[in-house]
């Protein structure tokens, strides 16, 4: 049999077709090491174990957050050997394994989003109250998801519209994305947006912590409530959101009052705006007694200043008076029906009246 003899070139090209061909995509898992980012895009990595490694090649865009050497990485990629760089897998998904790995890679990725300010408490929004429909986010088929709806149905009840995720595993992350996007994106969007599940492993929860989730739960338009039924470990999504529940039960207290409270709420506030009314009402009367008594005060001091003024012109009026003058003795001559001011307008034969106090009297000049 005849050896064939290759071109390097076709040599690569013949490995390739073989490994597409006798692999489909493979998993790998192993500790990492020489994690380097080559120009904020590419990145180059090894997973080893105690005998050998293999090389990793990927973009950013693929990792699920913060790495570094050390960590125990499970990675699923395609293997193909490069022309000029040799043997290596490109990948295409990232998973953490182990609760050291997800507390360390979860460690990282909180620094870094903490320091971009996305758990910042001023930016958190106040969920509305007694809200009428809200967007839940979650697997249909979980505990967490009857314990929520069993909760509101019992309480005052709402609207709640649904978007089934996995919670866990490769595609959660994914999933719950698109349930973010979903709901920002409708014609009539949500008043509230509620992502929930039930407790589990750190591996379980994983998604919960990954860059993109907690991202977009951080980005959402919509105000957000994050329920995650694991009280030891606080994930990143639950720090983004603008309010975190210890439960998908208590996610549904916190947006659903109890009816009898409610009632007693109410009843409470008719009581304090009746008990205000009538405060207002009984100091309105106050008020009025005491203006009516100002006004008083003011019309009857304003009628004696009248008065006053009255009889200065009475009296004034009075001097002036030229009867009053008669009374004193003197007498008013008229001629021809004219007051005679001085004697130089009489001459003899002229015919005068005089008037006195009581009566006139007719008389002739001389």
Known sequence: ???????????????????????????????????????????YFDLKDDFSSVKFFCSVYTLPG????????????????????????????????GEGTIKKAANLLEAKLEKEGLFDKNRKRTLPRLPEHVGLITSLESAAYGDFVKVVS?????????????????????????????FTRTAKPPEVLVIIRGGGSADDLQAFSSEAVTRAIAGSRIPTLVAIGHERDIS??????????????NAAEILVPN???????????L??????????????????GHHKT????????????????????RQKAELLDPTNILKRGYTIIRMAG??????????EDQEINIQFKDGVKSAKII
């Open 271 to 288: 009581n304090l705006a009746d008990q205000k009314v009538k405060n207002s009402l009984k100091f309105e009367i106050t008020q009025t």
């Open 154 to 182: 019992a309480r005052w009840g709402l609207s709640v519209f649904t978007y089934d995720v996995q919670v866990q595993g490769e595609e959660a992350a994914r999933q719950i994305i698109g349930g973010v996007n979903y």
């Open 259 to 269: 009816k009898i409270d409610e009632i007693k709420r109410i009843r409470h506030l």
């Open 338 to 347: 004219k007051v005679v001011s001085s004697s130089k307008k009489l001459n």
């Open 66 to 97: 913060p790495l570094e050497d050390g960590m125990v990485l499970v990675v699923t990629g395609s293997p193909n050997l490069h022309p000029r760089f040799g043997f290596s897998i490109t990948v295409q998904s990232i998973q953490l394994q």
């Open 1 to 43: 049999m005849i050896q064939p003899t290759y071109g390097v070139s076709d040599f690569v090209a013949v490995c390739n077709q073989i490994l597409n061909v006798s692999f489909s995509p493979v998993t790998i898992v192993g500790e990492l090491a020489n994690f380097r980012i080559s120009k904020n895009r590419w990145v």
């Open 236 to 249: 990143l999504s639950e720090k983004a959101a603008d309010m975190r529940a210890s439960t998908p039960s």
């Open 294 to 313: 100002q006004l008083n005060s003011l019309i009857a001091n304003k009628v004696a200043s009248l008065e006053r003024a009255l009889n200065e012109y």
